[in-house]
Protein backbone atom coordinates (compact mmCIF):
# COMPACT_ATOMS: atom_id res chain seq x y z
CA UNK A 1 0.00 0.00 0.00
CA UNK A 2 1.22 3.55 -0.44
CA UNK A 3 1.93 6.23 2.85
CA UNK A 4 -1.40 8.15 3.53
CA UNK A 5 0.52 11.15 4.26
CA UNK A 6 2.62 11.69 1.10
CA UNK A 7 1.44 9.03 -1.07
CA UNK A 8 4.86 6.85 -1.31
CA UNK A 9 4.76 3.08 -1.40
CA UNK A 10 5.01 1.98 1.88
CA UNK A 11 7.83 -0.40 2.87
CA UNK A 12 8.65 -2.80 5.87
CA UNK A 13 9.78 -1.73 8.84
CA UNK A 14 13.24 -3.41 8.05
CA UNK A 15 13.63 -1.26 4.38
CA UNK A 16 12.96 1.97 6.24
CA UNK A 17 15.18 1.25 8.82
CA UNK A 18 17.70 0.59 5.84
CA UNK A 19 17.79 4.12 4.69
CA UNK A 20 18.73 5.31 8.34
CA UNK A 21 21.75 3.65 9.16
CA UNK A 22 24.76 5.34 9.61
CA UNK A 23 27.05 4.85 5.91
CA UNK A 24 30.62 6.53 6.15
CA UNK A 25 30.56 10.01 4.55
CA UNK A 26 31.53 10.59 1.14
CA UNK A 27 34.58 11.59 -0.03
CA UNK A 28 34.64 15.14 -0.03
CA UNK A 29 31.66 15.83 2.51
CA UNK A 30 32.32 17.34 5.72
CA UNK A 31 28.47 16.58 7.47
CA UNK A 32 28.44 13.72 10.23
CA UNK A 33 25.99 11.11 9.32
CA UNK A 34 23.05 10.69 11.53
CA UNK A 35 22.73 7.18 13.04
CA UNK A 36 18.77 6.63 13.27
CA UNK A 37 15.59 8.20 12.41
CA UNK A 38 13.34 8.46 15.34
CA UNK A 39 10.43 5.55 15.01
CA UNK A 40 7.81 8.25 14.72
CA UNK A 41 9.15 9.23 11.39
CA UNK A 42 8.26 5.88 9.85
CA UNK A 43 5.55 6.08 6.58
CA UNK A 44 2.21 5.25 8.11
CA UNK A 45 -0.38 6.58 9.61
CA UNK A 46 1.21 8.40 12.76
CA UNK A 47 4.24 9.64 11.14
CA UNK A 48 4.94 13.06 12.60
CA UNK A 49 7.08 14.22 15.31
CA UNK A 50 5.79 16.02 17.90
CA UNK A 51 5.51 19.67 18.14
CA UNK A 52 6.82 21.85 20.96
CA UNK A 53 5.21 21.85 23.80
CA UNK A 54 5.38 25.77 24.38
CA UNK A 55 4.88 27.55 20.97
CA UNK A 56 7.36 30.07 20.35
CA UNK A 57 6.81 33.32 18.24
CA UNK A 58 8.80 35.63 16.22
CA UNK A 59 10.39 39.16 17.61
CA UNK A 60 12.59 41.43 15.38
CA UNK A 61 16.15 41.55 16.16
CA UNK A 62 17.01 43.99 13.82
CA UNK A 63 16.11 45.86 9.89
CA UNK A 64 17.72 47.84 7.42
CA UNK A 65 16.08 51.06 6.45
CA UNK A 66 16.45 53.44 3.20
CA UNK A 67 16.56 56.85 4.59
CA UNK A 68 18.20 59.30 1.95
CA UNK A 69 18.74 57.10 -0.38
CA UNK A 70 21.38 55.09 2.19
CA UNK A 71 20.51 51.79 4.30
CA UNK A 72 20.74 52.46 8.01
CA UNK A 73 20.00 49.80 10.70
CA UNK A 74 17.15 49.83 12.84
CA UNK A 75 18.41 48.14 15.72
CA UNK A 76 15.40 46.07 18.29
CA UNK A 77 17.79 44.02 19.86
CA UNK A 78 18.04 45.17 23.55
CA UNK A 79 14.31 44.06 23.62
CA UNK A 80 14.18 40.88 21.46
CA UNK A 81 17.36 39.44 23.43
CA UNK A 82 14.82 40.36 26.19
CA UNK A 83 12.15 38.27 24.33
CA UNK A 84 14.61 35.11 24.15
CA UNK A 85 14.16 34.68 28.20
CA UNK A 86 17.49 32.77 27.91
CA UNK A 87 19.79 32.86 31.42
CA UNK A 88 22.17 35.41 31.36
CA UNK A 89 25.03 33.17 31.50
CA UNK A 90 24.24 30.41 29.51
CA UNK A 91 25.64 29.61 26.39
CA UNK A 92 23.82 30.80 23.16
CA UNK A 93 23.86 29.49 20.20
CA UNK A 94 22.59 31.63 16.86
CA UNK A 95 21.01 29.39 14.11
CA UNK A 96 20.78 31.49 10.96
CA UNK A 97 18.77 30.46 7.54
CA UNK A 98 19.79 32.70 4.89
CA UNK A 99 19.20 32.67 1.00
CA UNK A 100 17.84 34.06 -1.89
CA UNK A 101 14.37 35.97 -1.89
CA UNK A 102 11.48 33.34 -2.13
CA UNK A 103 13.35 30.04 -1.81
CA UNK A 104 11.58 28.96 1.80
CA UNK A 105 13.71 29.57 3.99
CA UNK A 106 11.08 31.05 6.61
CA UNK A 107 8.95 27.58 5.47
CA UNK A 108 12.73 25.75 6.00
CA UNK A 109 12.98 27.63 9.97
CA UNK A 110 9.27 26.71 10.49
CA UNK A 111 10.07 22.82 9.54
CA UNK A 112 13.74 22.75 12.02
CA UNK A 113 11.42 24.37 14.92
CA UNK A 114 8.55 21.62 14.40
CA UNK A 115 5.95 24.62 14.59
CA UNK A 116 3.60 25.62 11.81
CA UNK A 117 4.20 29.10 10.32
CA UNK A 118 6.06 30.20 13.29
CA UNK A 119 8.25 31.80 10.48
CA UNK A 120 5.97 33.83 8.40
CA UNK A 121 5.50 31.92 5.20
CA UNK A 122 3.49 32.60 2.04
CA UNK A 123 2.58 31.13 -1.74
CA UNK A 124 2.96 34.37 -3.11
CA UNK A 125 5.36 36.13 -5.25
CA UNK A 126 6.13 38.90 -2.49
CA UNK A 127 8.96 38.38 0.42
CA UNK A 128 7.72 37.31 4.08
CA UNK A 129 10.74 38.59 5.85
CA UNK A 130 12.27 42.14 6.66
CA UNK A 131 15.34 42.22 8.52
CA UNK A 132 16.33 39.48 10.56
CA UNK A 133 13.63 38.11 12.77
CA UNK A 134 14.03 35.23 15.73
CA UNK A 135 12.07 33.15 17.57
CA UNK A 136 11.01 33.11 21.11
CA UNK A 137 11.17 32.32 23.90
CA UNK A 138 14.61 30.30 23.29
CA UNK A 139 14.90 26.61 23.69
CA UNK A 140 17.51 24.59 25.49
CA UNK A 141 19.38 22.48 22.80
CA UNK A 142 18.52 19.79 24.47
CA UNK A 143 15.09 20.77 24.20
CA UNK A 144 14.65 21.97 20.43
CA UNK A 145 17.05 19.17 18.97
CA UNK A 146 17.00 16.62 21.54
CA UNK A 147 21.29 16.35 21.51
CA UNK A 148 23.89 19.32 22.72
CA UNK A 149 24.68 20.56 26.15
CA UNK A 150 22.01 20.06 28.51
CA UNK A 151 22.84 24.04 29.81
CA UNK A 152 23.10 26.07 26.33
CA UNK A 153 20.03 27.55 24.58
CA UNK A 154 19.65 27.81 20.83
CA UNK A 155 18.14 30.82 18.85
CA UNK A 156 16.76 30.21 15.22
CA UNK A 157 17.23 33.68 12.72
CA UNK A 158 15.70 33.94 9.70
CA UNK A 159 17.22 36.51 7.42
CA UNK A 160 15.64 38.21 5.13
CA UNK A 161 16.37 37.63 1.17
CA UNK A 162 19.15 38.29 -0.73
CA UNK A 163 18.84 39.79 -4.06
CA UNK A 164 15.88 42.19 -3.51
CA UNK A 165 18.34 45.47 -2.92
CA UNK A 166 21.86 45.26 -3.58
CA UNK A 167 24.79 44.15 -2.88
CA UNK A 168 26.14 46.30 -0.34
CA UNK A 169 22.67 46.19 1.64
CA UNK A 170 22.91 42.68 1.13
CA UNK A 171 26.40 42.43 3.33
CA UNK A 172 25.25 45.31 6.00
CA UNK A 173 22.22 42.54 6.54
CA UNK A 174 24.35 39.64 7.07
CA UNK A 175 27.67 41.11 8.64
CA UNK A 176 26.28 40.67 12.24
CA UNK A 177 24.55 37.35 11.66
CA UNK A 178 28.20 36.11 10.44
CA UNK A 179 29.81 37.30 13.53
CA UNK A 180 28.05 35.94 15.90
CA UNK A 181 26.49 32.53 14.41
CA UNK A 182 27.16 28.77 15.68
CA UNK A 183 26.00 28.06 12.09
CA UNK A 184 24.77 29.98 9.19
CA UNK A 185 22.41 27.67 6.71
CA UNK A 186 22.21 29.06 3.11
CA UNK A 187 18.65 28.00 1.69
CA UNK A 188 18.77 27.35 -2.11
CA UNK A 189 15.73 25.93 -4.29
CA UNK A 190 15.91 23.76 -7.05
CA UNK A 191 18.85 22.99 -10.19
CA UNK A 192 22.08 23.51 -8.51
CA UNK A 193 23.93 26.43 -10.70
CA UNK A 194 27.46 26.97 -9.50
CA UNK A 195 28.27 30.51 -10.76
CA UNK A 196 24.53 31.19 -9.03
CA UNK A 197 25.27 29.51 -5.95
CA UNK A 198 28.54 30.67 -5.55
CA UNK A 199 27.64 34.21 -6.19
CA UNK A 200 24.80 34.76 -3.50
CA UNK A 201 27.64 32.47 -1.12
CA UNK A 202 29.81 35.67 -1.71
CA UNK A 203 28.06 37.98 0.63
CA UNK A 204 29.39 35.64 3.45
CA UNK A 205 33.06 36.63 2.27
CA UNK A 206 32.16 40.50 2.27
CA UNK A 207 30.77 40.31 5.51
CA UNK A 208 33.58 38.58 6.86
CA UNK A 209 36.09 41.10 5.35
CA UNK A 210 34.63 43.30 7.46
CA UNK A 211 35.21 41.34 10.81
CA UNK A 212 38.39 41.17 12.32
CA UNK A 213 39.98 37.99 13.35
CA UNK A 214 42.92 36.15 15.48
CA UNK A 215 43.90 36.66 18.82
CA UNK A 216 40.52 35.33 20.78
CA UNK A 217 40.41 32.14 19.34
CA UNK A 218 37.76 32.27 17.40
CA UNK A 219 39.87 33.17 14.23
CA UNK A 220 37.64 31.02 12.51
CA UNK A 221 33.32 31.39 12.10
CA UNK A 222 30.66 28.92 12.69
CA UNK A 223 29.38 25.76 10.60
CA UNK A 224 28.44 26.65 7.19
CA UNK A 225 25.40 24.36 5.83
CA UNK A 226 24.28 24.82 2.20
CA UNK A 227 20.56 23.31 1.53
CA UNK A 228 19.18 22.12 -1.73
CA UNK A 229 15.40 22.32 -1.19
CA UNK A 230 13.14 19.89 -4.07
CA UNK A 231 16.81 18.53 -5.35
CA UNK A 232 16.30 14.87 -4.35
CA UNK A 233 13.64 12.21 -5.57
CA UNK A 234 10.90 11.13 -3.29
CA UNK A 235 12.43 7.46 -2.96
CA UNK A 236 16.21 8.10 -3.47
CA UNK A 237 18.29 5.86 -1.78
CA UNK A 238 20.27 7.56 1.11
CA UNK A 239 23.71 6.00 -0.22
CA UNK A 240 22.98 7.54 -3.52
CA UNK A 241 21.74 10.97 -1.65
CA UNK A 242 24.93 11.43 0.32
CA UNK A 243 27.39 10.60 -3.06
CA UNK A 244 25.09 13.58 -4.72
CA UNK A 245 25.75 15.82 -1.68
CA UNK A 246 29.70 14.82 -2.28
CA UNK A 247 29.47 15.55 -5.84
CA UNK A 248 27.69 18.76 -5.62
CA UNK A 249 30.21 19.70 -2.53
CA UNK A 250 33.09 18.84 -5.01
CA UNK A 251 31.48 20.83 -7.64
CA UNK A 252 31.26 24.16 -6.17
CA UNK A 253 34.48 23.56 -3.65
CA UNK A 254 37.55 21.55 -6.08
CA UNK A 255 37.41 23.97 -9.32
CA UNK A 256 40.37 25.66 -9.42
CA UNK A 257 39.92 28.58 -11.74
CA UNK A 258 38.33 31.60 -12.14
CA UNK A 259 36.14 34.64 -9.93
CA UNK A 260 34.40 31.89 -8.55
CA UNK A 261 37.00 29.28 -7.39
CA UNK A 262 38.37 32.23 -4.94
CA UNK A 263 35.67 32.75 -3.49
CA UNK A 264 35.28 29.22 -3.02
CA UNK A 265 38.33 28.99 -1.11
CA UNK A 266 37.82 31.58 1.24
CA UNK A 267 34.88 29.90 2.59
CA UNK A 268 36.53 26.91 3.06
CA UNK A 269 39.40 29.23 4.69
CA UNK A 270 36.45 31.00 6.75
CA UNK A 271 34.43 28.80 8.16
CA UNK A 272 34.94 25.89 11.12
CA UNK A 273 33.39 23.21 8.51
CA UNK A 274 31.18 23.66 5.23
CA UNK A 275 28.07 20.72 4.29
CA UNK A 276 25.91 20.03 1.43
CA UNK A 277 22.33 18.93 2.77
CA UNK A 278 19.94 17.76 0.26
CA UNK A 279 15.79 17.87 0.73
CA UNK A 280 13.06 17.00 -1.28
CA UNK A 281 10.15 18.73 -2.35
CA UNK A 282 8.07 18.74 0.89
CA UNK A 283 4.64 18.77 -1.12
CA UNK A 284 3.39 19.21 -4.38
CA UNK A 285 1.10 22.00 -3.69
CA UNK A 286 4.30 24.09 -2.14
CA UNK A 287 4.33 26.53 -4.22
CA UNK A 288 0.25 27.71 -4.69
CA UNK A 289 -0.44 27.87 -0.50
CA UNK A 290 1.46 27.38 2.59
CA UNK A 291 1.62 23.32 3.29
CA UNK A 292 0.92 22.63 7.06
CA UNK A 293 3.36 19.97 8.65
CA UNK A 294 1.02 17.79 8.81
CA UNK A 295 0.48 17.28 5.07
CA UNK A 296 4.52 17.16 4.07
CA UNK A 297 5.33 14.09 2.49
CA UNK A 298 7.07 12.05 4.77
CA UNK A 299 10.60 11.85 3.00
CA UNK A 300 10.99 15.43 3.58
CA UNK A 301 10.15 15.25 7.67
CA UNK A 302 12.70 12.66 7.80
CA UNK A 303 15.25 14.35 5.93
CA UNK A 304 14.01 17.42 8.30
CA UNK A 305 15.41 15.25 11.36
CA UNK A 306 18.92 14.48 9.88
CA UNK A 307 19.55 17.80 9.30
CA UNK A 308 18.08 18.79 13.06
CA UNK A 309 20.93 16.19 13.98
CA UNK A 310 23.36 17.09 12.05
CA UNK A 311 22.99 21.08 13.09
CA UNK A 312 22.84 19.40 17.19
CA UNK A 313 25.97 17.64 16.61
CA UNK A 314 27.66 21.43 15.99
CA UNK A 315 26.02 22.88 19.11
CA UNK A 316 28.77 21.18 21.77
CA UNK A 317 31.59 23.55 22.08
CA UNK A 318 30.64 26.79 22.78
CA UNK A 319 30.38 29.75 20.38
CA UNK A 320 32.65 32.35 21.08
CA UNK A 321 32.92 36.24 20.09
CA UNK A 322 36.22 37.72 20.85
CA UNK A 323 37.53 35.01 22.85
CA UNK A 324 34.52 35.13 25.22
CA UNK A 325 31.21 32.67 25.33
CA UNK A 326 28.64 34.00 23.63
CA UNK A 327 25.81 34.23 26.28
CA UNK A 328 22.58 36.56 26.80
CA UNK A 329 24.68 39.04 28.29
CA UNK A 330 27.31 39.14 25.70
CA UNK A 331 24.72 39.66 23.46
CA UNK A 332 22.99 42.26 24.36
CA UNK A 333 26.42 44.20 24.90
CA UNK A 334 28.31 43.32 22.07
CA UNK A 335 25.34 43.15 19.56
CA UNK A 336 24.49 47.36 19.71
CA UNK A 337 28.06 47.97 18.91
CA UNK A 338 28.21 45.27 16.00
CA UNK A 339 25.38 46.94 14.22
CA UNK A 340 26.88 50.46 14.59
CA UNK A 341 30.13 49.67 13.19
CA UNK A 342 28.05 47.77 10.26
CA UNK A 343 26.19 50.62 9.71
CA UNK A 344 29.21 53.04 9.72
CA UNK A 345 31.00 50.62 7.45
CA UNK A 346 33.97 50.31 9.93
CA UNK A 347 35.55 46.81 10.89
CA UNK A 348 34.03 45.17 13.30
CA UNK A 349 36.80 44.21 15.78
CA UNK A 350 35.74 41.50 18.01
CA UNK A 351 39.23 41.54 20.42
CA UNK A 352 38.50 44.97 20.88
CA UNK A 353 34.77 45.05 21.89
CA UNK A 354 35.21 42.26 24.25
CA UNK A 355 38.04 43.97 26.08
CA UNK A 356 36.24 47.43 25.92
CA UNK A 357 33.70 45.28 27.77
CA UNK A 358 35.70 43.45 30.24
CA UNK A 359 37.87 46.81 30.75
CA UNK A 360 34.01 48.22 32.20
CA UNK A 361 32.80 45.47 34.04
CA UNK A 362 36.24 45.65 36.02
CA UNK A 363 35.52 49.36 36.95
CA UNK A 364 32.41 48.29 38.05
CA UNK A 365 33.42 46.30 40.34
CA UNK A 366 35.69 48.40 41.84
CA UNK A 367 33.47 50.82 41.71
CA UNK A 368 30.87 48.33 43.84
CA UNK A 369 33.59 47.33 46.31
CA UNK A 370 34.68 51.23 46.78
CA UNK A 371 30.71 51.72 47.62
CA UNK A 372 30.65 49.42 49.87
CA UNK A 373 34.06 49.80 52.17
CA UNK A 374 32.69 53.11 52.37
CA UNK A 375 29.64 52.28 53.67
CA UNK A 376 31.30 50.00 55.93
CA UNK A 377 33.44 52.46 57.05
CA UNK A 378 30.82 55.22 58.01
CA UNK A 379 28.78 52.45 60.21
CA UNK A 380 32.20 51.57 61.87
CA UNK A 381 32.23 54.99 62.45
CA UNK A 382 28.93 56.29 63.51
CA UNK A 383 29.69 53.55 66.07
Known sequence: ??????????????????????????????????????????????????????????????SLVNRGGEAR??????????????????????????????????????????????????????????????????????????????????????????GVENKMYDTMLMTPLVSLSRVLIFCWRGMVNRNTIIDNLAALNRAAAKIGRGAGGDSRFGHLFIVLRDNMGREQPLMEVEAAEANVYRMLFDERDGAEAREASYLLDSFETVNVFKLPRPHEDIDERVVPRDEVRC?????????????????????????????????????????????????????????????REVEEAEAAARARYDERAGSLAAD
Open 73 to 162: IADQSRSAISALRVPNDASLHLVTVFGPARCGKSFLCSALARQDNLFASASSDSPCTAGVDVAAPCRSVNEAFGAGANDSYVCLADCEGQ
Open 299 to 359: VFRNRIEQLRAAIAAKLYSPPLFGGRPITARLLREVLPKILECTEKNRTIMPDNITRQLIR
Open 1 to 62: GNCGRCGAPARSPAARLAVAHPRPAPRGSSLPRVASIPSTLRCGPGAMADPPATPQRTVQLY
